[in-house]
């Protein structure tokens, strides 16, 4: 049976190491696998390859995807899905494995409603806000690229008596800003999923500066927009000198943790066992309250992972 494997919309670390591991392991299974190239974008261009050992020697430490990804607005398009269909059919390509997020998902499940293609869907984005699931891959890896980045900012804000305000990825999630701000102490934590009292925290810091703060350290989320407001408030509330740091696309890059790479282990495996063996209908595969599961595309597509409550929890005990 020919398997392929595709990676669509933000890439992440972990993603070379499930395309190896999806590799090597159907060839051990006595199986044929193809990478398609440039996620969506590239199955509807036919940009389709049958995968060789060279295609995946040395590739599992490294971020990002050497099969690229694409974020396609084609694919909303029926003809062009019909496009990407025959593109499979020409290859004898029974099922597909698609690394990626919420957006690959809705799009999978549209797209094998309406032709005979098996799907299992891997989570993978670092904002880890797909709905099912409690990892996606490469979340581990940017919460340590964030931060190691966060302690470096500590060393200089700390050293100049300043503020610093970090705005840190996640689309609408607010998961990567509140782990980091647990994981690394931070003063003020602005995500979209709570309520940032600003007089509460006011007051909060104030006290602390009259018994001797020397810094400040700010993580907002992309997703609140709110990154200079809070930057011109600590300035003229907290009368601290003030530098923003938007730390951007680093988050998404980096050699994978060793984390990361077991569940990329762990997911591709499954999906090709799910492929080869109970190809009845189109799964994602998860990890939920501690075990390896495959939910159904239809479960998890369209729906957004709420901030788990025990997180919340250890944000109200930060302030
Ligand atoms: O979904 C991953 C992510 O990095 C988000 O955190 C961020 O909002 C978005 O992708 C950025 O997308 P792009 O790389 O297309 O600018």
Redesign the pocket.
Known sequence: MGLAILCS??DAPGMNAAIKKFVDYLQKRGETPYLIYDGLEGLIDGRIKKAAHEDVAGILHRGGSVIRSS?SKRFYEYAYRQQAYTNLKKHGIEGLVVLG?DGSFCAMARFCGEFPVRVVGIPT???NDIYGTDYALGVDTALNTIRDALDKIYDTASSFNRAFVVEV???QSGYLTALSAIASGAEICVIPEKEFQISLAQERLKKEISQGRRYILALVA?GTGRTEEIARWIEKSLHFETRVTILG?I??GGVPTSYDRMMAFEFAVMAVDYLLDHPTSNVVTVFYEGQFALKKIEEVANKRAPLQQKYIAMLDRLD
């Open positions: 919309g933000g974020r997020g984005t670092i904002d990825m996640g689309h992309e696309h988050q998404r």
